[in-house]
């Protein structure tokens, strides 16, 4: 399956973006994974068997995650510097650990993220 991401952007502190990810087939489940500048890549949000979610503790409250056919969404709100980071899409096609990175088949190509303050 081939992912394709975008929403991107720079934005200030306070201020609200939307990723976007279209999938090129079946997927179980489908979602968000990002990478700070220097640290390692981390679980964001994710959708499965259509419609459960998940969201990091740290997002939460702030990013909401979505699906419908087969684009997942990722509405961001109330960002924060600390938000900044390289957005990475995810699938697979079966189940596994949601914030185990290595469980995940598919990639996208990643869309930058950046928040200032």
């Known amino acids: 399956v081939q992912l394709q991401a975008s929403g991107g952007g720079l934005v200030q502190a306070g201020g609200s973006l939307r990723l976007s990810c279209v999938a090129s087939?079946?997927?179980?489940?489908m979602g968000w994974f990002r990478q700070p500048p220097g640290k390692e890549r981390e679980f964001v949000a994710i959708v499965w068997s259509g419609s459960v979610t998940s969201v990091a503790d740290s997002v939460r409250g702030r990013f909401t995650i979505s699906k419908e056919k087969d684009t997942v969404f990722l509405q961001m709100n109330s960002l924060k510097p600390e938000d900044t980071a390289i957005y990475y899409c995810?699938?697979?096609?079966?189940?596994?650990?949601?914030?185990?990175?290595?469980?995940?088949?598919?990639w996208g190509q990643g869309t930058l993220v950046t928040v200032s303050s």
């Open positions: 087939g079946y997927t179980f489940r």
């Open positions: 995810a699938a697979s096609a079966g189940a596994g650990s949601l914030a185990d990175p290595k469980t995940y088949d598919s």
